[in-house]
């Protein structure tokens, strides 16, 4: 073909293109035109093959000229797609009578568990006090949960903690305590941690779960007694429900520590009037703690000559409940979206 024709060709070709692709009435037109023209063996490039019947100083005009062909017919095939698209969405609205007046809906949005919140409350103060975090498995040998805790074997204070036994010969848990030896036989005193963890016993009522979560506290260090204990709880209680929180210390027993105690806090729900939720006291019982007693000291490989310890062990349930003024800790495990959403900030 001479050159001219060519030429003229390619310009029809570009004439026919747009105005094809321009009327396309709907996406199945424009799919055959793309392969119509855009096509391996389409007619833009069906023209590359008159490239032998040019001279060598025409061919590079052809190819720039191909290319400037396809790059319309492309900008009008884009152009085409969005105004079908275009079409379509206002064809379908058309259809649906979209309200805009109507209020947005909004996602659905998720809140902190409030014992995980409770949890990290209470992590946050002994974090900032210079605590560390340690953990341990749940589940435990006897060994760590009783024995090295100077519970021997047959004594009756096993019963305070009803045990859930393995097949294998190991427990689940009763209490966070079993840390304690095992953060003694892995580091070297000072020891300072706190141990969040689940915990189980066989308990169920509306303040007993078979399934709760407690937090050890354990610090080692030369010379330190009840008051150290006392100041720490202090402050701990007063950055948890108030810097006007009252605390006291009342004799206990525990078998791992010498002397026990329970620390009760004054009544945060009728300033120690005396109502219900504190048995006309004045006091709610939060946690128990005491000084770590030397037998656990050595069974953690520690000498009780040279160092001494304070320990203790509060529910994060029972926090959680006088927070809130939650009376039945089962609402805790009921995932109830009710009751977990008034707990978004
Ligand atoms: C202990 O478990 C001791 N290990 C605490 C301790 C640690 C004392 C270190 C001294 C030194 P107790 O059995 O009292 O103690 O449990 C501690 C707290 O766990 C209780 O005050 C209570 O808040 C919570 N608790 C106990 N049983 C349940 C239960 N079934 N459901 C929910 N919370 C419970």
């Known amino acids: 073909m001479p050159s001219e024709q060519v030429w003229s060709k390619l310009q029809e070709l570009l004439d026919d293109g747009l105005k094809s692709i321009g009327s396309a009435a709907d996406e199945n037109a424009l799919v055959a035109l793309q392969k119509r023209f855009f096509g391996k063996k389409g007619e833009v490039q069906a023209y590359m093959q008159h490239m032998k019947e040019l001279t060598p100083d025409e061919r590079p005009k052809l190819g720039a000229l191909v290319n400037q062909v396809r790059d319309k017919l492309e900008a009008r095939f884009v152009e085409a797609q969005k105004h079908l698209e275009e079409a379509k969405m206002l064809a379908d609205l058309k259809h649906r009578r979209v309200d805009l007046s109507l209020p947005g809906r909004l996602p659905m949005r998720g809140a902190e568990h409030p014992l995980q919140k409770t949890q990290r409350e209470i992590e946050d103060i002994f974090l900032s006090m210079g605590f560390e975090i340690a953990r341990g498995p749940q589940s435990e040998w006897d060994y760590f949960n009783f024995e090295a805790l100077n519970f021997p074997e047959d004594h009756p204070a096993r019963d305070m903690q009803d045990t859930l036994m393995l097949e294998n010969g190991s ?120 000084m770590v007693d030397p037998n656990v000291l050595r069974e953690g490989h520690i000498d009780p000559e040279v160092w001494s310890g304070w320990a203790f062990g509060v529910g994060i349930e029972r926090v959680a409940m006088l927070l809130h003024g939650i009376s039945d800790i089962r609402l805790f495990f009921e995932s109830d979206l009710r009751f977990l959403g008034q707990f978004r900030r």
Request: glycine share 8%; net charge positive; charged share 20%.
């Open 171 to 290: 427990l689940l848990r009763t209490h966070t305590s079993p840390v304690q030896v095992r953060t003694m036989l892995c580091y070297e005193p000072p020891i300072r941690i706190i141990a969040p963890g689940t915990v189980y016993r066989r308990d169920d009522d509306v303040t007993h779960s078979p399934v709760f979560h407690q937090i050890e506290g354990l610090h080692i260090e030369k010379g330190l007694n009840l008051t150290h204990l006392r100041g720490i709880l202090q402050l701990f209680a007063q950055s948890l429900f108030g810097k006007n929180t009252k605390i006291r210390l009342r004799p206990s027993f525990f078998p791992f520590t010498e002397p026990s105690v329970e620390v009760d806090i004054a009544c945060i729900f009728c300033g120690q009037k005396g109502c219900r939720l504190c048995k006309q006291t004045g006091w709610i019982e939060i946690l128990g703690a005491g």
